[in-house]
């Protein structure tokens, strides 16, 4: 088996497994265990409903997740990656739920976006007023739900306020909880053998 390194002395070629450093091995495993971690909670949070009857309050759970995972690892389409693992997990033990991993989906094409932007990787904190932006995708669920419940367009558009405010208050959230796990997991990353 041989296992491509990201070194610039070895010039990114293939070597054996077997000589790939151990330091190198040991962030795989970190990275690969945060991945697996990230997927089963946002598969967890939305097959396990919470009682709380807050709009968008879940958010703090699955967006958190998102946000964190990308900045902790810092690679593109994490997020993207988390969501999509996630999904799958959802639909594959419930496919009733097809609309309800779409808002997964779309916040992780953004944040993984977002991420990217030069601006945004120099000053991390601005993901912070952008994760209530971000979470707004969640809006899309109750809006499909009630529009396919016979509710008229009109009806649905004025009840919309109360899922926006809520998607807004618990994206706040959700944006200080998934950057203070992330850029906390990046330096406990950072401190990994390989870093080294």
Known sequence: MSVLIDDRFRGGRALPAALV???QWVHRLAATAVMATAIA?????Q?????????GHRGIFW????IATRWCLDRPGTALRVAAGGSCVILFVDP????????YLAAAMLIDRLAEIPLVREHPWLMLPLAPVIHLV?????FLHHLGGGSGLGT??????F?????LLWGAGAGVVGMALGLAGRRLMDRSPSAH
């Open 96 to 103: 009733t739920m097809g609309t309800h991993v779409l808002p």
């Open 156 to 161: 649905v558009l004025g009840g919309m306020w």
């Open 21 to 23: 450093p151990h330091g």
């Open 138 to 142: 969640g809006v899309l669920s109750p």
């Open 163 to 167: 899922y926006i405010r809520g998607h």
């Open 47 to 55: 097959l396990h409903r919470t009682p709380w009857g807050l709009p």
């Open 63 to 66: 967006l958190s997740v998102l």
């Open 41 to 45: 909670a946002v598969a967890v949070q």
